[in-house]
């Protein structure tokens, strides 16, 4: 019985997070079992200049977490990223860190966004902060079994990476209302202690209007999990709810799948 709920205590949360394969440990803690992610991307190619700095840099779709055993994937490794931003919006970029030994002390700095004309976007727009895991019981027999997952984002002046845990960081970049359409350049430093530092150039295009808020309405980006793209292969879903004067509730949901786009309100 007790490997039946195991099994299908990884099922659930292979489903729900997912994940292609896990394992669960065999030491418990306190009466508690650890599922472990198991990431089975084959490790890219290390170059010399990632082995002298110690670790492998790389860029990750916001709609996709970075999990303490992740493996960049090769189309994943690049010293550039280029986002498109409106006026009062704010953009999310995220890059891993995946080290190939204990870092220590690294840092991760930006300066100001510059377009080719001189305009400047102060680098206090750019906020940067470390992904950081927290334990969260998992599956059907949820009071034995737990995982170690992304769940917060917060700033750090520096942090210390252990070999084996990759770490991912979540860059927040705003457009000022009054800022000059336009691209603008910017570098993201990443520099630990005790290895040599990586570059990632930034572009932002800063688009010729500005985002206006509707008080009434909320908005909500939902990556869906393996389990439904069994069924239609959604990539994304974009839930929009109003509230209109009359007080009832329109929920309207945008759905993107290879070749489809699905709009539809109740």
Known sequence: M??????????????????????????????????????????????????????????????????????????????????????????????????????KGVRISAGDLVDNKGNRIDKSNIDIKIIRYLAQRVGLDYMRYFGVLPKTIEKMEEIDISKGVTRGVWITIKAPLDAIPGKYQTEIKVSPENGKHAILKLEVEVLPFSIVSAPNNMYAAIPLSIADRVYVNFQSAILHFSIP???????????????ISIITSY
């Open 245 to 259: 004067s009359n007080g009832t509730v329109v929920f309207t949901a945008t759905v993107q799948a290879p070749g």
């Open 2 to 103: 007790r490997y039946l709920v195991i099994v299908m205590s990884a099922f659930i949360f292979i489903s729900t997070l997912g994940f292609s394969k896990t394992q669960v440990s065999e030491n418990d803690y306190r009466g508690y079992y650890e599922v472990i992610y198991i990431d089975e991307t084959p490790l890219p190619k290390i170059t010399a200049e990632s082995q002298e700095r110690g670790f492998i840099l790389f860029i990750r779709s916001t709609l996709d977490r970075i999990y303490k055993g992740t493996i960049p994937k090769s189309d994943e490794i690049k010293d550039s990223v280029s986002i498109f931003v409106a006026k009062g919006e704010y953009e999310p970029v995220q890059i891993g860190i995946y080290p190939l030994k204990d870092l």
